[in-house]
């Protein structure tokens, strides 16, 4: 797992309860994972949003990953909401995965994350820019 080098959201990771910090370090080592393998790596920026980590790459658009304790069973991996971002994932993967409204796949911390679907939504965030002009972002 790649260590967290901004002290300012590794202090957020510490303040999640333990189990939902693992899986929210899950979350980010997957955003990690997709931008090495296709060589957005050096591009990527972890900084916090609205007191949230983001990941952050000129060629996309944000990736936001909380937990709010008004549903502390669930956590979230949020995108900007004016974008066809997550109205493409439900196209997708409407029978993989759960979303709220227009700007966040919600897992619920029992939930088994269904890797390879999180992966290509990721992709298609962190690639937007370039892919937005496409039916289905090109997906």
């Not at 967290?4 to 999640?16: D, E, R, S």
């Not at 956590?75 to 109205?87: E, G, P």
């Not at 994350?113 to 990721?122: G, L």
Request: glycine share 4%; net charge neutral; aromatic share 10%.
């Amino acid at each position: 797992m790649n260590k967290i080098n901004n002290p300012l959201v590794a202090q957020v990771f510490g303040n999640y309860p333990s189990l939902i910090r693992q899986k929210l370090m899950r979350l980010r080592q997957l955003i990690l994972d997709t931008a090495s393998e296709y060589k957005l790596a050096s591009t990527l920026e972890e900084t916090l949003k609205w007191g949230e980590p983001s990941y952050l790459v000129k060629t996309g658009s944000t990736i936001r990953i909380d937990w709010k304790s008004a549903r502390p069973e669930q956590y979230a991996m949020y995108f900007h909401c004016q974008t066809s971002l997550v109205d493409t994932f439900k196209q997708l993967y409407a029978d993989k995965l759960t979303f709220e409204g227009n700007r966040a796949i919600i897992f619920h911390q029992d939930d088994e994350v269904a890797i390879d679907e999180v992966r290509h939504c990721i992709l298609l965030a962190l690639t937007y820019h370039d892919r937005k002009h496409l039916p289905m972002l090109g997906a």
